[in-house]
């Protein structure tokens, strides 16, 4: 027993690789060996394969036994070896699952994939931010980074990495070069809005300094502090107090605004806006606004110019990108349309 005890510890220290190696042979020199030595009993590899797993298992289904000397010898040295050594091979698939399982939960991670988005700074508004981003593409992949103990939301396809994101070590976690995206989210739990703002500059700072390239949509609380972030790329901001107040004020100056609003930060509920491919044959933007109108879409702008109503006749530069209001199906078909 004392030697058995000492040669399961030993086989418990081997490297997985040369553990997961040496059960996959005992496995098949055993499948085989049996097959050759008790071939009667065992006509088949499958046969013999089947009796060594149900045996190494301690499952022993009873339905294949060997009946010769030659065939119970390997069937002891199963018994002394195959066993002890699957159950070693089990129990670290066992720890590998829950030791994975614990790294995803603290953050303890390095994302591989690309085209993902990443939400820094976890809130109430990053949790929607997340839920409009798996609504608009159900296959998104989104990565969280936040100092949290452990992970606030975690799916399949929505992952958390632990750190200071001003850190490049954490940044480089979530693989943010081959990011589509970064969303920088001010920190709520500062009161002091300039210390705010100036903990997102920080961050904004180190992504530009490894991952210049990557959209990157950044929330601010004051709109003067938007001069600080001027030596540094920034897409896009995002003042937040103000987006509120003038949506409360518009609401207040006429019942239902809001709704309006909230139909279009919703992809979820009523219409939507949408981006809408350009078609070879639109020449000018009364081309495209009438061919819409027909599908269904309202053409409202060309990138950030909301006046092209005014500029029907004029002609849809070549890097024109065209926004549209319609509901999902509708622009579903406006796409199939588009490609055939």
Request: charged content about 25%.
């Amino acid at each position: 027993m004392i030697i058995l005890r000492k040669l399961f510890l030993r086989i418990v220290k081997i490297n997985n690789t040369v553990l997961f190696l040496s059960s996959a042979l005992l496995v098949l020199f055993s499948s085989v060996f049996i097959v050759l030595v008790e071939n009667e009993t065992f006509p088949t590899i499958f046969d013999g394969f089947w009796w060594v797993m149900t045996t190494v298992t301690t499952v022993g289904y009873g339905d294949y036994f060997p009946v010769t000397v030659g065939g119970r010898l390997i069937a002891i040295g199963l018994y002394v070896i195959g066993i002890g050594l699957i159950g070693v091979v089990i129990s670290k698939i066992i720890d590998a699952l829950a030791l994975f399982r614990k790294n995803r939960l603290e953050g303890d991670i390095m994302y591989k994939d690309s085209g993902h988005f990443i939400i820094i700074g976890w809130s109430q508004k990053a949790h929607f931010a997340i839920k409009e981003i798996i609504d608009t593409n159900p296959k998104a992949e989104v990565i969280i980074i936040d100092q949290l103990k452990e992970a606030p939301l975690l799916e399949e396809n929505i992952h958390y990495v632990k750190g200071e994101a001003s850190n490049t070590d954490t940044l480089e976690k979530a693989n943010i070069k081959h990011a589509k995206a970064v969303l920088v989210f001010a920190n709520d739990k500062l009161s002091n809005e300039q210390v705010a703002d100036g903990q997102t500059l920080l961050i904004a700072s180190s992504i530009e300094a490894i991952a210049k390239e990557v959209h990157t949509i950044v929330e601010i609380m004051d709109e003067k502090h938007i001069k600080n972030f001027k030596h540094i790329h920034v897409d896009e901001f995002i003042l937040s107090n103000d987006t509120i107040s003038s949506l409360a004020v518009r609401s207040a100056f006429r019942k239902g605004v809001s709704g309006i609003y909230g139909q279009l930060l919703k992809r979820s509920v009523g219409e939507d806006l949408y981006h809408i491919p350009m078609r070879s044959h639109w020449k000018l933007y009364r081309d495209a606004f009438q061919e819409l109108l027909g599908e269904g879409a309202t053409l409202i702008a060309d990138r950030q110019d909301l006046s092209i109503n005014r500029k029907l006749d004029e002609s849809i530069p070549e890097n024109a990108e065209l926004y549209a209001i319609c509901n999902d199906e509708v622009y579903t078909k406006i796409i199939k349309g588009g490609s055939s």
